[in-house]
């Protein structure tokens, strides 16, 4: 029997059990804050490109080296709700009194933002092509 591991060191592609052992998905995502150690949940698929289910911490029943394994039946498991991304924020940068290029830069670096990352109010659920780049990241490593 492998030793238990941290939250800390979950990487996307481990295998997710039930409480009976059976195979269930992946872990797509930890969901938590590393730099305060709290470990808030899990995303993980339970097909290629379906959309990931948010497991609390509170159902984690074990983690070993490669396989995390839950307190919840696969039943249990088939009812989780989907895992929603959370919202994304924007740093406000001061405005500083540079002249035209430093208006022209801050406005480069705006528009930059809502094309790259577009910064959204609430929790939304993951869309194709980030549930493709996660498969493929699981896949690949």
């Known amino acids: 029997m492998a030793d238990p591991v941290s939250w800390l ?18 872990v797509d995502e930890v969901v938590g804050d590393s730099n305060a ?3 808030d949940g899990l995303a993980i698929s339970t097909s290629r490109f379906g959309k ?6 509170e159902q984690v029943d074990e983690i ?14 088939e009812q ?23 208006s022209l830069s801050a406005d480069a670096r705006e528009l930059e933002g809502k094309v790259l990352a577009p ?10 092509w980030r549930r493709i780049a996660f498969f493929f990241r699981r896949l690949f490593g």
Do not use: C
């Not at 070993?64 to 498991?77: E, H, M, N, P």
């Not at 924020?89 to 035209?100: D, T």
């Open 37 to 39: 150690d709290i470990f």
């Open 64 to 77: 070993i080296d490669g396989t995390v394994r839950l307190s919840l039946t696969t039943a249990q498991i």
């Open 119 to 128: 910064t959204q109010r609430h929790e939304h659920s993951m869309n194709i």
């Open 52 to 57: 990931p289910r948010y497991v609390p911490s």
């Open 9 to 26: 060191v979950i990487e996307a592609g481990w295998k997710v059990l039930a409480a009976d052992g059976s195979e269930v998905g992946e």
């Open 80 to 102: 989780l709700g989907e895992y929603l991304e959370p919202a994304t924020s924007a740093q406000i940068e001061p405005n500083s009194k540079g002249g035209i290029g430093e």
